[in-house]
T-cell receptor, first 116, second 110 residues
Framework: ETGVTQTPRHLVMGMTNKKSLKCEQH?????MYWYKQSAKKPLELMFVYNFKEQTENNSVPSRFSPECPNSSHLFLHLHTLQPEDSALYLC???????????????FGSGTQLSVL | SQQGEEDPQALSIQEGENATMNCSYKTSINNLQWYRQNSGRGLVHLILIRSNEREKHSGRLRVTLDTSKKSSSLLITASRAADTASYFC??????????FGKGTMLLVSP
């Protein structure tokens, strides 16, 4: 148990559906992240939130919409996805101090998403 | 990009043997970290080595860092079947977030 909980663990959706992924951390961290993991590819950083403010958006298509209502919760809202969006979506959190560069990430177990 | 690249892509060994994985990166870093991932699960942090450190140990893990060659290695001694997983290196430069490589898939057979 890493202290980062993701739901659901598995999700199958059609291209016209709207769904949301949820992430919750119980570690008192102030930064939260969404990563995408596709087969044979490096982990791709999608979004970073620091103290609820989005600090990074790595050219992610608008069909992925993040929401961070507080430092403990992170959502990824999905709509009109494509089959190539099928992947493992991982949430992570860290304690990001100002100027800190030695933070380590704590990951959830991920949501395995299949888009039909 | 300072993305790390692991080598080999896959490694198969017998229980009790040592496993060595390498990571190369392109730009200067503040630290390098190794993570482990069991199939279909999240990543778990193993060890962090700072740019001014050359070697670090944690249990059966030994990590080295050569900043002149921009490379790191992870050694797992006396491997066990439970060590079967994918191993990733991740680098941090400046104030940027961790970037990961594609990983090395390790299979340890009983």
């Amino acid at each position: 148990e890493t202290g980062v909980t993701q739901t659901p663990r598995h999700l199958v959706m059609g291209m016209t559906n709207k769904k949301s992924l949820k992430c919750e951390q119980h570690l008192g961290h102030n930064a939260m992240y969404w990563y995408k993991q596709s087969a044979k590819k490096p982990l791709e950083l999608m979004f970073v939130y620091n103290f609820k403010e989005q600090t990074e958006n790595n050219s992610v298509p608008s069909r992925f919409s993040p929401e961070c209502p507080n430092s403990s919760h992170l959502f990824l809202h999905l709509h009109t996805l494509q089959p190539e969006d099928s992947a493992l979506y991982l949430c992570a959190s860290s304690r990001r101090d100002r100027g800190a560069t030695n933070e380590k990430l704590f990951f959830g177990s991920g949501t395995q998403l299949s888009v039909l | 990009s300072q993305q790390g690249e692991e080598d080999p892509q896959a490694l198969s060994i017998q229980e009790g043997e040592n496993a060595t994985m390498n990571c190369s990166y392109k730009t200067s870093i503040n630290n390098l970290q190794w993570y482990r991932q069991n199939s279909g699960r999240g990543l778990v942090h193993l060890i962090l080595i700072r740019s001014n450190e050359r070697e670090k140990h944690s249990g059966r893990l030994r990590v080295t860092l050569d900043t002149s060659k921009k490379s790191s290695s992870l050694l797992i001694t006396a491997s066990r079947a439970a060590d079967t997983a994918s191993y990733f290196c991740a680098t941090v430069g400046g104030y940027s977030t961790l970037t990961f490589g594609k990983g090395t898939m390790l299979l340890v057979s009983p």
